[in-house]
């Protein structure tokens, strides 16, 4: 069982905004640690999407977006495409529990 | 640039030990802030971190699997070595290896392939 809560669906029409929201506490991210993103395809290894909060790594399209505040973090995609159909998930710290990855959203695109 | 590739059995009996190893190339272990990390995906589940090392030899266990993980690492080799001991048929998953450096906390910032490994008598 993951420390870091994440819804497990999101849905939206192409074009549309959606985000997915990473609840912590205050042993990981509320601590301050950074949060990342990795986006997974079907059949495929998890890809970096944001590191460090809300770095896009070279590659990324600007139609991800990362964020924290407090002891949560947010991935947003915004002009979604059929192409980010996908699981992602959040990771970071954890004082007690080392590194942590959160439960996973899988996005449709409808 | 950086790959990195998990091998080893892809079939264990229930009480064996897993060995796998991931062997890497594009960056070394010696670099100061770099590590290789271990993470495994069950079947139709979440990614889970077990374990990672450090440049300097440091290691972060996954707490739960503290008592049955050991992670090493070859220089020369460029390779990561991570043994599981008592394996059980719910440790059948995706095992990948990661380059991570830091940002804030550790991530894991290249993956490889990922290999499927199966607990089974």
């Known amino acids: 069982q993951s420390v870091l809560t994440q819804p497990p669906s999101v849905s939206g029409a192409p074009g549309q905004r959606v985000t997915i929201s990473c609840t912590g506490s205050s042993s990981n991210i509320g601590a301050r640690y950074d949060v990342h993103w990795y986006q997974q395809l079907p059949g495929t290894a998890p890809k970096l999407l944001i590191y460090g909060n809300s770095n896009r790594p070279s590659g990324v399209p600007d139609r991800f977006s990362g964020s924290k505040s407090g002891t949560s973090a947010s991935l947003a995609i915004t002009g979604l495409q059929a192409e980010d159909e996908a699981d992602y998930y959040c990771q970071s710290y954890d004082s007690s529990l080392n590194y942590v990855f959160g439960t996973g959203t899988k996005v449709t695109v409808l | 640039q950086i790959t990195l590739k998990e091998s080893g059995p892809t079939l264990v009996k229930p009480t064996q030990t897993l060995t796998l190893t991931c062997t890497f190339s594009g960056f070394s272990l010696d670099t100061t802030g770099v590590g290789v990390g271990w993470i495994r995906q069950p079947p139709g589940k979440a990614l889970e971190w077990l374990a990672l090392?450090?440049?300097?030899?440091?290691?972060r266990y996954s707490p739960s699997l503290k008592s049955r993980l050991t992670i090493t690492k070859d220089t020369s080799k460029n390779q990561v070595v991570l043994t599981m001991t008592n394996m059980d048929p719910v440790d059948t998953a995706t095992y990948y290896c990661?380059?991570?450096?830091?940002?804030?906390?550790?991530?894991?910032?290249?993956w490889g392939q990922g290999t499927l490994v199966t607990v089974s008598s």
């Open positions: 990661a380059h991570a450096r830091y940002s804030g906390s550790y991530y894991a910032d290249y």
């Open positions: 090392i450090y440049w300097d030899d440091d290691k």
